[in-house]
Structures are given as structure tokens and as C-alpha cells.
């Protein structure tokens, strides 16, 4: 299927094919540019290479948030005047502290977490 008639393509003095070629279609697909092909392969290349990687990668632990007496894992929520503060204890990892404004947000995120440590409920302090 011609992007145009044949008149149309000798008026312009070129000869264009649509990259559409379904024949339901009334719109044909943008035409690409010479070196889009060399950047979609260049971008197919890197997402590979970055998949690659973390495949490879071991899991980081922060010697600084390591604390021997953590035994269990835990999620808890507070409400300071800031606004929500929730902490994550994860046995082998460490602590994490996080501060949102909202309720709603800090509450996703300690869901989140009780859902990926196996929890069946957030303590509230």
C-alpha cells in the first residue's frame, strides 16, 4: 500500500511507502528519521546491559544501620508534629526511617513493606 497515489508521489517527485500497511488503517504511522533505528538499538543495548548488572549485584547492606539486637522484622507508624514517621526493621538488614507529610502516603509505604516482609500488621507508637 502507497503512503500516496501515484500521482501524488510524481507531483513530489518521490516515491513513499507507509510503515502502515494494514488496510483498515486511514492514518499511516509517522515516518522515522534515518538514525532512529542506530538510537533505538543503542537504547535496547544499554537497557540490556543495565539488566545485566543487577542481576549480577549482590544486595548492598549498610554497616551503619546494622543493629545485632534486631532479631525479627517490624513495621511501625508514628504521628509527630512534623507529620507521619514510619520505621521499617528488617532482621539482617537494618532500619529504615522514613517522614511523609500525609497520612495516606505513609501509610502506602508501611503497607508496602508489611506485605514484603510477610506482616500481618503495622504497630502504630
Keep these: 500500500m502507497l503512503a500516496y497515489g ?16 494494514h488496510p483498515v488503517s486511514n492514518y499511516p504511522r509517522s515516518h522515522q ?32 544501620r546494622l543493629n545485632p539486637m534486631i532479631t525479627g522484622n517490624a513495621v511501625s507508624m508514628a504521628n509527630t508534629e512534623r507529620g507521619w514517621q514510619v520505621v521499617v526493621k528488617e532482621a539482617g538488614i537494618g532500619t529504615v526511617t522514613r517522614s511523609f ?3 495516606v502516603a505513609a501509610f502506602n509505604f508501611a503497607e508496602s513493606h508489611v506485605m514484603r516482609l510477610g506482616l500481618d500488621r503495622i504497630t502504630r507508637l
Design 6 to 21: 501515484v500521482a501524488d508521489s510524481a507531483r513530489h517527485g518521490i516515491l513513499t511507502k507507509a510503515l502502515n500497511d
Design 33 to 64: 528519521c534515518w538514525h532512529d533505528p542506530r538510537l533505538f538499538a543503542q537504547a535496547l543495548a544499554v537497557v540490556r546491559q543495565s539488566s545485566q548488572k543487577l542481576r549480577e549485584t549482590k544486595p548492598q547492606v549498610d554497616p551503619h
Design 101 to 103: 507529610r500525609e497520612r
